[in-house]
């Protein structure tokens, strides 16, 4: 896998937060992703994306991470990372 492009915000947010590097990679890799209309995608798992880490058999290494989500940039870059505590918006 390439090496995660991480802003120093997100940096922060990730230790602060304790979500794992690997959960920002399975984020990429296999979440959602919904056009925040700012220039940003916000990436996170949905019932689609869970189903695609059960067959790739990551479920039970990220079960706890599964309300996580990250903010990336129209560059590719990760702005910020958190946990979902309501829906996120599809326009």
């Not at 700012?38 to 880490?53: D, E, H, M, P």
Request: no cysteine; net charge positive; aromatic share 6%.
């Amino acid at each position: 896998m390439t090496e995660l492009r991480l802003t120093e915000h997100a940096r922060a947010r990730m230790q602060q937060r304790a979500i794992p590097p690997a959960v920002v990679e399975a984020l990429l890799a296999y979440g959602r992703g919904e056009h925040d209309h700012r220039g940003s995608t916000i990436v996170y798992f949905n019932k689609a994306a869970r189903q695609r880490l059960e067959r790739a058999r990551r479920i039970r290494d990220l079960e706890r991470y599964l309300d996580a989500y990250a903010v990336v940039a129209g560059t590719g870059e990760v702005i910020t990372v958190g946990h979902r505590d309501k829906r996120i918006p599809r326009h």
